[in-house]
Structure formats: structure tokens, C-alpha cells
């Protein structure tokens, strides 16, 4: 048996990120680079101004001065300067004219007859200019591997006129279950049958971390079913099953999985709930086997299948730490590496109640965990493992 810190090292030390692909980059929300990306341009791309108003000399403030020109964003402006005495209308992004010492915004401005302008005093140098280059300078990094893409993320890309990008491919995910009391929840059951609401879970949440996903079925609790399911799912990076791997007459889960060759790196963690969690590999290909019981399924999950499918992705599998204080008194009965689930508000971390090992309710109460081994007092200060997509 290891311990949870001993756990998540194997994981860590033992899954190396999957291979690349080249995309659009309209296909790219929630990818995941696979390189830094490095400016062509700078941007801007040139000095322009950041009002709508007038291109003018510092030396003209507070006089009255004439408009020879106007400046649209787009426009060349290579025939067109500034000199003391006058001024040019200019809009937002347009290229600043040579000669040009500041923008003096519209409302800033005095408008009289005949084409002339009276300008405040005080007007600085530079005052209203965006300069080419103080956004990002060509050659400079401005996405960084392993960095998750959003919508923003790809109007940078787009300012560089990037169109295809290389990212890490999406992790597939094959799960299967055993158990023949489970039945999937599209079929009628029997009175002493039950829902598999556990695949449908995992299927959900590593949907929701990015993978593609495969739902085999419910494996038969025979050595020969479980490991023609197996044989069917090494084509995946990770292979997440649920139950069958305690002591009963027919966990034979384990077995199967050493037949097929899997190599297992430990096979119990010292936590609370979920003791009976299996890590191992068969080749290149990882395997995660959780316990049976719904509540100590997702608690494993979060802890550890959770960073694995991280570390797959291309991203850190460190767990998104935050401060919270605890609204009520968390006692333990005995000190054990204990994980629990709760809500947070903002502020205060909430124990969801009642949480026992079997039970499903609380899954549909909780965005943060808390792991501690000893009691915890009400009010006092503590870390909590904030969901990352919630």
C-alpha cells in the first residue's frame, strides 16, 4: 500500500504526454500546445493612435491651429505630415503621419470655422500613441507549450496570422466496467440489479477534461470476458474500469489485467474512501483501476485519474490549490489520509453531508475537495483542491 503523495509520484514519474497533431485554429478551444509560439510581427504594427482626434506639434498647445487632412484606419500615409501650425484629423488605429508628436482626443478639442481647431494646453509628447511593438515585439514568445487555448488565445494567434497550429492530440479514453448485478441505464433492471451510474461518470468527466471517449460495456465476472475486453482496448492511452478489484469470490479484475501483461505499480493507497485503487501499465498504455463504490470512485478519480489525464494531455497534473476557511468542524475518528468532498462559496469551504463511500447524492453537491488527517476546526484556514472546471 502507498501512500496518496507516494501515488500521485508513480503517476507523475511514469506517464509522458501523447503525441502531436496539427489543427486550425478554429478547432483549437481547450487543445493544448505542443510548442511556444513565437512572434513574426510585432504588434502593432505600427504607430497609431489610439483616439479618434487630431495629430498635432507639442509646441501648438493652447493656440489656435488649421486641419489639412484626415487619416481613416487603412489609409497610407506616406504623403501626409504634421507641421507647426496645423493638424490632421486622425481615427482609432490609424497610422500616426509623420511629424506627428501626440493625439489630442475629439472632446479635447475646441472645433471653430473654417477648418479650425482651438487645442488645450499641456499637451505631452507621445500623449494618445500606441507605438509598433509595445504589445508584443517580433521574436518573442507570446504562447508557451503546454498552455491550454481559449477564445482569447486565439485572437494572439490570429494577430500573427498563424492558421494551423501543433498541439497535443486528444487522449482516448476506453472504460469498461464489471459487475453482473450493473446494468447500463438505457435497460430495464431487475429488482436486484442496479444502474451503472459509475462509467457514465467517468465518461462525463473525461469528456469534460478533454479526451475522446469509448464506453465498452459491463464486463461478465469471468477472467476470459474481462480480458477479451481488455485485448479490445489497448489502442487507448488510458483504460479506466471500476470495481472488481477487491477480495470477493469474483474481483478477478487484477488478474485479467496481469494476463494481459500490465505491469502494476501499486495496487492500494492509504486514503479514505477508495483503499482498493490499482495503477499499472501495459506497455506505453495506462490503467486505472477504481473501487466499485460510487463516492470513493469520484474521490479516486479527482485524486488521481484526474492528473494522469493532465499529465496525458500535455498539461501540469498539479490539483488547483486555493485558500479557504472552513465553515464547520471537520472531525476525523481516527488519523488517516482522509479526502473529503464539500462546496465553496467564494470563502467558505462547506462539508457536504452525508458522505459515505456507496452513495451518489453527494456528487451533485460538491466543487472542492479537502484532504486532511486530522480534525479540522471551524474557521480555521485551509487548502482546498478547487475542481479546475468548475
Known amino acids: 500500500m502507498v501512500s496518496i503523495q507516494e501515488a ?46 487630431f495629430a498635432v506639434k507639442v509646441s501648438d498647445s ?34 500616426t503621419p509623420k511629424g506627428c508628436e501626440a493625439i489630442v482626443p475629439i472632446e479635447d478639442v475646441e472645433e471653430l470655422s473654417g477648418n479650425k481647431i482651438k487645442i488645450p494646453d499641456g499637451i505631452t509628447l507621445n500623449s494618445m500613441v500606441r507605438f509598433r511593438g509595445e504589445d508584443i515585439k517580433s521574436g518573442e514568445k507570446f504562447l508557451s507549450k503546454h498552455q491550454q487555448l481559449n477564445g482569447y488565445s486565439l485572437s494572439l494567434l490570429a ?12 487522449v482516448r479514453v476506453i472504460i469498461f466496467s464489471t459487475g453482473e448485478e450493473l446494468k447500463p441505464h438505457y435497460e430495464k433492471i431487475e429488482p436486484h440489479q442496479l444502474y451503472n451510474s459509475n462509467s457514465l461518470m467517468f465518461h462525463g468527466r473525461a ?54 501483461g ?15 485503487t490499482t495503477f499499472g501499465k501495459i506497455g506505453e498504455l495506462a490503467v486505472v483501476n477504481l473501487p466499485g463504490n460510487p463516492l470513493a470512485s469520484a474521490v479516486n478519480f479527482e ?11 500535455g498539461l501540469s497534473g498539479d490539483s488547483q490549490k486555493v485558500k479557504a476557511k472552513l465553515r464547520d ?30 452513495m451518489i447524492s453527494p456528487l451533485g453537491r460538491f466543487n472542492a475537495i479537502v484532504r486532511t488527517s486530522r480534525t479540522i ?10 475542481l479546475r472546471d468548475f
Do not use: W
Request: charge should be negative; hydrophobic fraction near 40%.
Open 377 to 386: 476546526n471551524k474557521g480555521e484556514q485551509i487548502y482546498i483542491v478547487l
Open 329 to 358: 468542524d471537520i472531525i476525523l475518528k481516527r488519523e488517516k489520509d482522509t479526502v473529503i468532498l464539500g462546496y465553496f462559496d467564494g470563502e467558505y469551504f462547506t462539508k457536504v453531508e452525508p458522505q459515505k463511500p456507496g
Open 303 to 313: 485524486m488521481f485519474v484526474k492528473p494522469a489525464i493532465l499529465k496525458l494531455s
Open 207 to 260: 469528456k469534460e477534461l478533454g479526451c475522446d471517449v469509448t464506453y465498452l460495456t459491463i464486463a461478465k465476472d469471468t477472467i476470459d470476458s474481462l480480458k477479451e475486453l481488455i485485448r479490445e482496448s489497448l489502442n487507448a492511452d488510458l483504460i479506466l474500469t471500476s470495481g472488481g478489484i477487491s477480495v470477493g469470490d469474483r474481483d478477478y479484475t487484477l488478474q485479467a489485467f496481469k494476463d494481459v
Open 62 to 95: 493652447g493656440k489656435v491651429i488649421e486641419v489639412e487632412n484626415v487619416i481613416y484606419a487603412g489609409d497610407r500615409v506616406e504623403d501626409v505630415e504634421v507641421r507647426e501650425g496645423f493638424g490632421v484629423r486622425i481615427m482609432t488605429g490609424a497610422v
Open 159 to 170: 494577430s500573427q496570422g498563424v492558421t494551423h497550429i501543433e498541439v497535443f492530440r486528444r
Open 8 to 53: 500521485l509520484e508513480i503517476i507523475e514519474k511514469n506517464i509522458s504526454s501523447v503525441n502531436r497533431e496539427i489543427i486550425p485554429i478554429e478547432d483549437a478551444i481547450g487543445r493544448v500546445l505542443a510548442r511556444d509560439y513565437i512572434a513574426n510581427y510585432d504588434l502593432p504594427r505600427f504607430n497609431n493612435s489610439a483616439m479618434d482626434g
Open 262 to 276: 500490465m505491469d502494476i505499480l501499486f495496487s492500494k493507497v492509504d486514503i479514505k474512501p477508495g483503499k482498493p
